[in-house]
Nanobody, 127 residues
């Protein structure tokens, strides 16, 4: 069973930076995708970025492109979301998610594709 544990959330001022980490374990396949989603109350969960087990192919949503970066440390089985120039609108609960349906990236990041979810970590951007 895949397990995902997020860490790194917190309170940050506008234009500040945070790095989220997702420690992943239990994959039964070498072909998987790990993603970051975020959600605010009353809104749908939004895909932020994802990364493939194959050659670390990655995708970052247009809404955060240029400010957020996703990376993977395969030795530590950890995926990172580096968030720079944070804005008030980035405030949300951030979730790590994964699936083993293959290594291909689907840029629309449909929520139902992902079978495994972490508990979420709160990111609050406030002055």
């Amino acid at each position: 069973q895949v397990q995902l544990v997020e860490s790194g959330g917190g309170l940050v001022q506008p234009w500040g930076s945070l790095r989220l980490a997702c420690a992943a374990s239990g994959f039964s396949s070498q072909h998987y995708v790990i993603a970051w989603f975020r959600q605010v109350p009353g809104k749908e969960r939004e895909g932020v970025a994802c990364i493939s087990s194959r050659d670390d192919i990655s995708y970052v949503a247009n809404s955060v492109k240029g400010r957020f970066h996703i990376s993977r440390d395969s030795a530590k089985n950890t995926v990172y979301l580096q968030m720079n120039y944070l804005e008030l609108e980035d405030t949300a609960v951030y979730y790590c998610a994964a699936h083993e349906k293959g290594w291909a990236i689907v840029t629309t990041m449909p929520v139902h594709t992902y079978d495994f979810w972490g508990q979420g970590t709160q990111v609050t951007v406030s002055s």
